[in-house]
């Protein structure tokens, strides 16, 4: 009698230490097994999952169990026997089970379970029935994990205890002999940073320019990895963003994206402050240009007079026509332009569709620095476009007031539910008031349309030193929130070197 040939199928929920001593443990005894029943092992190397769950939460799939599949399918297992320790091992979903099931009785091979001591014919009803009720408790407990895992996780966020990884800018302090978790208190070195951070944003500092100084200086970011040579990857503008979304930092214990009470942690930042900061991060538009690739000043943002396509930067020839003081005229020079780089296909002969308008980059940025910056000084900005309303800090104040009480009230809604076990009637308030709370924070943000920069530059003592302190990028985006351009063509006899006044028009924001 030929010996039956044998294929194991591997699998582990958590690999933790990353040694996969479970599988080769499932495999040691299944070979036991194995050699005990006088059957022979296949030479290929078993199907192995190592860190994969086979519940129906699971967010990663097993790779080597849909090769299992697809070898059943075609006829490629090439073995009498499918070994498994355990027969949740195989699955925990009740269908993926069956049809695991399915495809065994469909080409005569045999299921054993080493824990079991026995191999079940899946063309056997009472064998059959046997596998299938195994699939149906591990089903069972995997829901039964899952709902604890929830409830634990829904009491721990009303009762202000951390949940997951450690959160950058704190760290855990846990009990000696215990284990228990005592505290959690800010970590010396990245509390400050996420300060900083929050402090500069309301400060209307860029995330590009606060990023950039973090690597600059060495900063670790969230991530702590470590990439040669440097210590970090490296910030981002996102990476600094989504810090200061979270309301950890505003010590607040959220759990699905609701904040439903206090941490256990001090706050780093203000709760009030943390809202402006949603406010004033929520006024940025997430389609914005990335400016911090642009050289010049108003590239992409000065518009044609006459098709309307953004100007680009162009190094051009210029040819003297007077001559100088000596009565000789100068040889040409190279000087950059702000063209319009007419429509694809045309030439620049063609007076209605190629190329229009171009201006001297010097005298083009210095008239409009000037327009700018005057527009935004106190005397006039103010007075004429009304950018600091009046009753803007206390609107702020009444909202921040209103969202805080709506805050409250659910907060002690959840308390009495979860007193009186009706976690119903916290559900059902949370519907009727989250919606009160979110149309307040839409106010909030209404009151910080004008551009954070805009009105820094507004309320500075000093405009002109205020915006040489700023980067490019900032620049840019102080024009881009401000003024449209429009640079008409220049005339037979009008000089492009000269008198941008008389071609550029202004369209204020």
């Known amino acids: 009698m030929t010996a039956l040939v044998v294929r194991e199928y591997l699998r582990v929920s958590k690999d933790t230490g990353g040694t996969g001593r479970s599988p080769d443990q499932q495999h040691a005894e299944n070979l036991r097994a194995i050699h005990e029943q006088g059957w022979s092992l296949h030479p290929e190397p078993p199907y192995r999952d190592t860190d994969r769950s086979a519940s129906r939460y699971a967010k990663i799939a097993r790779e080597d169990f849909r090769r299992l599949v697809t070898d059943l399918a075609s006829g490629e297992f090439g073995a009498d026997v499918l070994a498994i320790w355990e027969s949740s091992r195989g699955s925990r979903r009740v269908g993926e089970w069956v049809d695991l099931v399915d495809l065994c009785k469909e080409r005569n091979i045999l299921i054993w379970v080493t824990t079991h001591g026995r191999a079940y014919d899946p063309a056997r009803a009472r064998d059959r029935r046997s596998l299938l009720e195994d699939a149906v408790d591990a089903e069972y407990e995997s829901d039964k994990i899952s709902e604890r895992r929830r409830r634990s996780a829904r009491a721990a966020a009303e009762e202000g205890r951390p949940h997951g990884r450690n959160i950058y800018g704190y760290r855990r302090v846990y009990d000696s002999e215990t284990r228990a978790l005592v505290r959690v208190e800010p970590r010396p070195g990245e509390a400050e940073v996420v300060e900083e951070a929050a402090r500069r944003v309301l400060a209307r500092e860029s995330f590009y320019s606060i ?95 006459v098709c309307g396509t953004p100007l680009k930067c162009n190094l051009r020839n210029y040819f003297p026509r007077r ?109 009727r008031v989250r919606p009160m709370i979110n149309a307040a924070r839409r106010k909030l943000a209404a009151l910080d349309r004008v551009d954070p920069l805009a009105q820094f530059l507004a309320d500075a003592a000093d405009v002109r030193a205020s915006w040489d302190a700023l980067d490019l990028e900032d620049q840019r985006r102080v024009v881009r929130a401000t003024v449209t351009l429009v640079v008409n063509r220049a005339g037979r006899r009008t000089n492009r070197l000269s008198r941008p006044a008389d071609r550029v028009e202004a369209i204020w924001h």
């Open 211 to 305: 990023a950039r100084d973090f690597n600059a200086r060495g900063v670790p970011t969230r991530s702590r990895k470590r990439v040669p040579p440097l210590d970090h990857n490296g910030w981002t503008p996102s990476e600094v963003k989504q810090m200061l979304r979270l309301p950890a930092y505003a010590g607040k214990r959220d759990h699905k994206g609701v904040i439903v009470g206090d941490g256990m942690w001090p706050a780093l930042v203000p709760f009030e402050q943390w809202q402006h900061l949603q406010a004033i991060m929520s006024t940025q538009r997430s389609t914005s240009p990335r400016d911090h690739t642009a050289k010049y000043l108003l590239t992409g943002i000065a518009l044609c007079g």
């Open 323 to 431: 001559p100088g003081p000596d009565g000789v005229v100068p040889p040409p020079y190279k000087v950059r332009y702000y063209i319009c780089p007419g429509i694809p296909g045309k030439t620049r002969a063609d007076a209605t569709t190629g190329w229009h308008a171009g201006i001297t980059m010097g005298s083009l940025d210095e008239y409009v620095i000037n327009l700018v910056l005057d527009h935004l000084g106190p005397r006039r900005f103010d007075h004429r476009h009304d950018l600091k309303l009046p009753n803007n800090e206390a609107l702020r104040a009444d909202l921040l007031s209103e969202i805080a009480g709506h805050e409250a009230y659910l907060e002690s809604v959840r308390a009495q539910a979860a007193a009186s076990r009706r976690f119903e009637l916290a559900l059902d308030q949370e519907r």
